[in-house]
């Protein structure tokens, strides 16, 4: 595929009246249950928000205008209450990988990033969830620039909605900026709207929304979600945890394991666990006994991943002969375990560099 991205006319309508986004809603990102709330108030018929949606999320319009299943003064209603909530990306960098990395304005003003990575049989969008991030993880490039606020549904759904790919895109996964389940809301909102057949249409099996392990919004979305779910464990023991990963003081790893445990997840949801390897630290012998230990009995996977250094890090990358005997090791004790291959590192598109600081 080639897309000559110079000369991509996004269909966004500019956004540069402060007033104008005051008085006005963006219908981006509103559910089909919201959408009828918006028609009643707008004076329209109920069925009036189904063809709402269908413009929102099935075509590539760029104006409530171009609504033509919609009558004149409908329009005129909507366009007196409502925007379409469309962003166009700011700018774009693209890896030597293919990975394309692209820079996003919040209707804020504030600023996230989202990375395009294609493959041969996928093309998978790693989408932000959030500017900046709370959790400070040591690895974490978006971490480090602190937390700047939650996306709304509609900023979520405009990664996707507003790149040159849109139409290519086969895989969504939640592990952009941010922790998805300390948005949980608009997340499931947005998880809502890209699977319902109302919306994009996406199958659950091709979603993945990560976590560090927010215990109590991890079961909701299991419950309410039927998307794939990835952890972020990075050591199987406490203390190492917490020195990578503040979180592992109010969720330990151990807590989190046990609540998958007590799920009935099916063959249809994969739960994986995402382990950074450093050298010298989480990639020793002892750690895949304990790891086999703690996930004994929870079907899952594994995901080693590199790490990416990132300016003024401890932390160093397992040498890759290390890493693939570690894989070999965990797949003979009976866990299915990959590596994850790296993709967009000369852009800082890389898992773990999102960042705008």
């Known amino acids: 595929m080639s897309i000559n991205l110079k000369h991509f006319v996004l269909i966004t309508k500019s956004l540069k009246d402060e007033k104008y986004l005051m008085d006005k809603e963006p219908l981006l990102g509103k559910t089909l249950e919201e959408l009828r709330e918006v028609a009643g108030e707008s004076g329209l018929p109920a069925y009036a928000a189904g063809q709402i949606a269908g413009w929102l999320y099935k075509k590539h319009i760029s104006s409530i205008d171009q609504m033509t299943n919609l009558s004149k003064e409908s329009r ?22 293919g990975t394309r990395k692209y820079l996003f304005p919040t209707l804020r003003k504030e600023l996230i ?27 974490c490039m978006t971490g480090r620039q602190g937390f700047r606020g939650n996306l709304t549904a509609g900023e979520i ?68 979600s039927n998307c794939h779910l990835a952890v972020s464990m990075n050591s199987p023991f406490e203390s190492e945890r917490r020195y990578l990963m503040p979180v592992e003081n109010v969720y330990p790893i151990a807590s989190v394991i046990d609540e998958l445990k007590g799920y009935d997840t099916g063959r249809q949801r994969r739960i994986s666990f995402e382990y950074i390897l450093f050298k010298g630290l989480n990639d ?61 590192e000369d852009i800082y598109a890389a898992c773990g560099m999102l960042s705008t600081k």
């Open 76 to 97: 005129k209603l909507l366009n007196d209450r409502y925007f379409m909530g469309l962003t166009a990306f700011r700018s774009v960098s693209e890896s030597a990988d």
């Open 284 to 344: 020793t012998p002892g750690h895949i006994r304990e790891m086999t230990k703690i996930l004994n009995g929870l079907r899952c996977r594994i995901n080693l991943i590199r790490f990416h250094a990132i300016p003024g890090s401890p932390l160093k990358c397992t040498d890759n002969g290390t890493i693939e005997q570690f894989k070999e090791a965990l797949n003979k004790k009976g866990i299915l375990t990959t590596i994850r291959q790296s993709r967009g």
């Open 157 to 224: 759904i405009n990664q996707l909605r507003s790149i040159p790919e849109r139409d290519q895109v086969t895989n969504l996964v939640f592990m952009g900026m941010g922790e998805p389940l300390d948005n949980l809301k608009e997340v499931m909102k947005s998880l809502e709207i890209l699977t319902s057949s109302y919306g994009f249409g996406i199958s659950p099996r091709r979603i993945t929304v990560s976590t560090i392990g927010i215990v109590p919004a991890m079961r909701e979305l299991l419950d309410k």
């Open 113 to 139: 990033e989202t990375a395009y990575i294609p493959e041969k049989k996928r093309n998978t969008l790693c989408l932000s969830t959030q500017v900046g991030c709370k959790r400070g993880c040591l690895f």
